[in-house]
């Protein structure tokens, strides 16, 4: 006999809280049965960026000293590890797994169609990731849906107009970045320190009970191997959460999508990343209102202002270069960067405000972005090449698409493959695409010698480098986006 579908409601028997010990936690007070949800969120979530920039100056990793790896704080370990540990349940419509920018756009668009959503983060608090910090045009208006924006700009993000490529043998191509078809124009250097805080405020703003601190350890499977929670690890000990729907948002090395069995690990030559913010000295003059690409032999370096005076350099390096240069990321960086004589330049007097944060490797591969009772999005479900720029708003969208596929499948009762499969038609249309063209690009941008063959022939065709530009991007009708509508 088939499985059943099943409907919203049916796996929610009441949250077990007594044997919640410690509610003083951030991610117990947001389980305490007599604290409204909403509440409990913000308490969890709710910092003003200035502030979630200020603790993490405190504990971050620039207080951390320079070159020491970023550790990800696992649940039971810390200044919690001597409480008794305990097992908790509870229940909810839907489950998000992981914090970034998809799962705070998947999370509040659930809660804003009425739907309980627990998001359980694994970091405990503000912190540097692994990125250009590139907030392209096409990002604005989704931040703007998802109630992000006006935080965003209090900021005062750096404005990028132009995008500069050059080659170690000292060609270059200078390219107006696309623009929204209203021209507003170019993109923003955000941290992602601040865009990811801001994004899980706004989710919990929405309705969304954010749990930080709080990790994925495996899928809850029904009787018919439907996916029907997670078991997570907090500070306390486990919380088993029944859900109807599980989204999985925790990034490229997902552990969601390997235990749903959708992932394929990469094969080849694999690359690693590295991103340090630099004070921005001498050697950045004229880096205003850019963004700078410097191919290197073995992979390339982006450089670009944030908000603060700061500047972000990060680098994709072939994991064996990396292998073969040795000494700390910040070593890595430095020297593979100086295979191009740009790069070497800007970087000869640079200062590092902080330490550097490091990814490895940064290919993966799936099989599916979805499966029964469940869905996966940004990373998760497709990597976007780092160099597109168009990483976080692809993130966003899938998160908004995600959450309007489930949000039928919650109100049908079909949570199965078959009932989320709009999800992947989708991301077809949408987002293939893009990615696709995307991935061609960076082939070229792994062949130095390639490039600095075809760039002085694209300076002179400034049309064609700006329509492949405009290629990687997730594209705009008319200035809006489509089906993405603000309202149910
Ligand atoms: C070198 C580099 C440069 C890039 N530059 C840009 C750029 O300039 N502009 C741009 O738009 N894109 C850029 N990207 C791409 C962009 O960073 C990603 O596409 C984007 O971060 C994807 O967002 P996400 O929410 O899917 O995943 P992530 O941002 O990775 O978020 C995943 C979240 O899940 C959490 N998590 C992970 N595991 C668990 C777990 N087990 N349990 C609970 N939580 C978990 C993590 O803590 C994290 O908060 C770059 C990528 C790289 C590698």
């Known amino acids: ?76 370990s810390g200044p919690g590890a001597e409480r008794r540990l305990v097992s908790q349940r509870l229940a909810t419509d839907v489950l998000v797994v992981g914090g970034g920018p998809a799962g705070s756009a998947a999370a509040g668009e659930l809660a804003a169609r009425g739907h309980r959503v627990l998001l359980a983060e694994a970091s405990r608090g503000p912190r540097h990731r692994v990125c250009g910090e590139f907030l392209s045009a096409e990002a604005l208006p989704l931040l703007e849906q998802l109630g992000a924006l006006p935080a965003a700009w209090v900021a005062a993000p750096a404005l990028l107009e132009r995008a500069v490529f050059t080659t170690p043998s000292g060609r270059k191509l200078e390219v107006k970045l696309p623009e929204l078809p209203s021209g507003a124009g170019g993109a923003l250097g955000l941290s992602r320190r601040l865009l990811d805080e801001t994004l899980l405020k706004a989710a919990a703003l929405r309705g969304v009970q954010v749990l930080r601190n709080t990790r994925f350890v495996a899928l809850r499977r029904d009787a018919c191997g439907t996916a029907a929670g997670a078991t997570l690890r907090t500070a306390e000990g486990t919380l088993a959460v029944d859900a109807a729907l599980v989204i999985g948002a925790d990034g490229r090395n997902s552990a969601v999508a390997r235990d749903a069995g959708l992932d394929r690990p990469a094969r080849g030559n694999l690359h690693c990343a590295i991103k340090v913010h630099f004070d921005a000295g001498a050697g950045f003059d004229g880096l205003e209102r850019r963004v700078e690409i410097h191919l290197f032999p073995g992979g390339y370096v982006g450089m670009q202002p944030v908000e603060g005076g700061r500047i972000n350099v990060s680098a994709v390096i072939e994991a064996r270069l990396a292998r073969r240069l040795g000494g700390g990321s910040l070593a890595i960086l430095m020297r593979a960067a100086s295979g191009n004589p740009a790069a070497r330049l800007r970087l000869r007097e640079a200062r590092p405000a902080g330490a550097p944060v490091s990814l490895y490797p940064l290919e993966r591969r799936r099989w599916a972005s979805l499966s029964d009772g469940l869905l996966l999005v940004g990373d998760a479900a497709e990597v976007v090449p780092p160099f597109s720029g168009d990483g976080i708003a692809a993130a966003l969208y899938s998160g908004i698409l995600a959450a309007r596929t489930a949000h039928t499948a919650l109100e049908t009762g079909d949570v199965t493959a078959g009932g989320l499969s709009g999800y992947r038609e989708w991301r077809r249309r949408q987002l293939a695409p893009p990615l696709a063209v995307s991935g061609l690009l960076e082939h070229l941008l792994y062949r130095p010698t390639l490039a600095g063959a075809l760039l002085p022939v694209l300076q002179r065709t400034p049309a064609v480098p700006q329509f492949l530009l405009r290629s990687t991007r997730l594209q705009l009708r008319g200035g809006t986006w489509p089906d993405t509508p603000r309202h149910r």
């Open 1 to 76: 006999m088939p499985c059943p579908a099943r409907h919203p409601g049916e796996r929610s028997t009441p949250a077990s809280h007594s044997l919640l010990e410690h509610p003083g936690d951030l991610a117990a007070t947001a389980l305490q049965p007599h604290v409204p949800a909403r509440r409990a969120a913000l308490g969890a979530a709710g910092l003003s960026p200035s502030r979630a920039e200020g603790s993490a100056a405190r504990s971050g990793p620039h207080g951390s000293p320079r070159g020491a790896p970023l550790s990800v704080p696992a649940g039971g």
